[in-house]
């Protein structure tokens, strides 16, 4: 079964300032998903970016950007510029891309709370 | 982009009773949809895969006669927690990813059951 661990429970940065969620992941396949997903006091989850194991380039959404070590099951998730909006629950996660009997879903982290600075 | 609306937000209800959430996809076909359940300060667990016309596939430890799932729609999922009791109490998450395509998947805003 996939594992995903995220060891930083929670994690400070000051506005502007650029700050690294760290998380890594167990599973013997080489065809997934990864995503980061931010859930904000409104408890909505909300997708900030998504990477396909195939792609060697790491995934970027505006200030978003993730570090993707495939070896090493690695995937982090750098947000520049800290914004005080950016102040949630992150959750790293991950999917296997076979379709068939329950791969479909979604394995989430525990999470790492993100509080920003002003 | 992609709307799921769930629904009801917030509900409260006395132990021994029934209660169902209604999970919608508002502008898309959904042939998969996924119950969470979210204990406070935690992550979120799956609970079970709900697919279009047929029974739902449920996760090991998930009582499936306590927590009805049916999917009778392309666009609606719901989740009926049979004889609630105090310990159902928590955070329940329903998403859908659209027919046709496996890279989306979009998340309702949730529903807080709270047994007394």
């Known amino acids: 079964a996939q594992t995903v661990t995220q060891s930083q429970p929670e994690m400070s940065v000051q506005e502007a300032e650029t700050v690294t969620l760290s998380c890594t992941y167990d599973t013997s396949e080489s065809d997934y998903y990864l995503f980061w997903y931010k859930q904000p006091p409104s408890r909505q989850m909300i997708l900030v970016i998504r990477q396909e194991a195939y792609k060697q380039q790491n995934a970027t959404e505006n200030r978003f950007s993730v570090n993707f070590q495939k070896a090493a099951k690695s995937f982090s998730l750098k947000i520049s510029d800290s914004q005080l909006g950016d102040a949630a629950m992150y959750f790293c996660?991950?999917?296997?891309?076979?379709?068939?009997?329950?791969?479909?879903?979604?394995?989430f982290g525990t999470g790492t709370k993100l509080q920003v600075i002003p | 982009g992609a709307v799921v609306s769930q629904h009801p937000s917030r509900v409260i209800c006395k132990s021994g009773t029934s209660v169902k959430i209604e999970c919608r996809s508002l502008?898309?076909?959904?042939?998969?949809m996924f119950w969470y359940r979210q204990f406070p300060k935690q992550s979120l667990m799956l609970m079970a895969t709900?697919?279009?016309?047929?029974?739902?596939?449920?996760e090991q430890g998930v009582e499936k006669d306590k927590f009805l799932i049916n999917h009778a729609s392309l666009t609606l999922s719901t989740l009926t927690v049979t004889s609630a009791h105090p310990e159902d109490s928590s955070f329940y998450i329903c998403?859908?990813?659209?027919?046709?395509?496996?890279?989306?998947?979009?998340f309702g805003s949730g529903t807080q059951l709270s047994v007394l």
């Open positions: 709900s697919n279009e016309g047929s029974k739902a596939t449920y």
């Open positions: 996660a991950y999917r296997s891309n076979r379709h068939s009997g329950g791969y479909q879903k979604v394995t």
């Open positions: 502008d898309f076909q959904a042939t998969t």
């Open positions: 998403s859908a990813r659209p027919s046709g395509t496996v890279k989306k998947l979009f």
